[in-house]
């Protein structure tokens, strides 16, 4: 007996039979890689990566910033792109295991597909020059003695840097006043300029102005102290219970195939061990670390689960 097939059923019977081999295309266009902070050392990482990943899948990866509400503007857009791996989000983990737990937004926790971690921080505090404090020490005894004078600057509200300096105050005891800005960069920028008392950000955009005499690094928030800044203590040394490095990566929307996934995960691989890629790392302090498809989605989960717990003990809004 013959078996008669619809038009829908054989489309469907079809389209199962060319899935692996539009996936092994892939990719045929440009893929647009979203930045969702302003112009800075996040988004000159992307470019550097794009740079090596284009040139393994043989199409342009282009780098676009959407800056805007603590990097969720940006995250917000690839999450509801097509899952077809021509879009990608190359952020903080903060966007995916913090953002969704402190308001209402367009995506949540399951509404990104993890591609690949390329690096981890280290995050750093620094104070402005001129502060009454040039340690972590002296800061908690002031800020003890004058809760809420002392200001810091943050990437956005709800992002890993307010979330990061919001936890401080809590492991120390202390009250901090927060003020928001569009990215680390104008962030570190008040800071220089003496508009605000403390900055928290990658270790690239703040140690070299260190360097320079135009910030006091005060600690990292790595768990030990990292090659890219020896001299500097963390927290746990100075005093203070708490260590949170950030993992920068690539996500794309869920719903993008699997093998689509992973032929972006291998270039991103490749680009992250390649001479261009790693020299960029060390000249802009960043640890390169790179997590497959699977090894990042278990340390997203852990990291979710560990500010699901945190942050309704924090004050973030």
Known sequence: MKLKLTG????????????????????TRPITIVVP???GST??????????????????????????????????????????????????SS????????????????????????????????????????TVEELVEYAKANPGAVSY???GTGGATHIAAEAFARAAGVELFHIPFDGVTPAVAATVAGDVDLVLGFASAILPQAEAGKLVALAQLSAERTAVAPDVPTLVESG??????????????????????????????????????????????????????????????????????????LSVQ
């Open 8 to 27: 829908l059923a054989a489309a469907a019977v079809l389209a199962v039979g060319l899935a692996p081999a539009m996936a092994q295309d892939f990719p």
């Open 37 to 39: 902070y302003s112009p």
């Open 43 to 92: 988004d000159t990482m992307a470019r550097t990566l794009a740079e090596g990943m284009s040139k393994e899948l043989g199409q342009p990866v282009v780098v676009e910033t959407k800056p805007g509400a603590g990097g969720t503007v940006g995250a917000a857009s690839v999450a509801k792109a097509d899952p077809d791996g021509y879009t990608l989000l190359f952020a903080v």
């Open 95 to 134: 966007v995916q295991t913090v953002a969704p737990h402190q308001r209402e937004l367009p995506y949540d926790f399951d509404s990104l597909e993890p591609v690949a971690r390329v690096a981890v921080g280290p995050n750093m505090m620094a104070a402005r020059t001129g502060a009454p404090f040039s």
């Open 153 to 155: 600057g943050s990437a």
């Open 240 to 313: 203070v219970d708490l260590a949170l490095p950030p993992n920068t990566g690539l996500w794309a929307p869920a719903g993008t195939p699997e093998d689509v996934v992973a032929r972006i995960a291998a270039a991103a691989e490749t680009a992250a061990a390649g001479e261009t890629f790693q020299t960029f790392a060390k000249s802009g302090l960043t640890a390169v670390d790179y997590a497959d498809p699977a090894e990042f989605a278990e340390v997203l989960k852990k990291e979710d689960a560990f500010f699901a717990d945190l942050l309704p003990t």
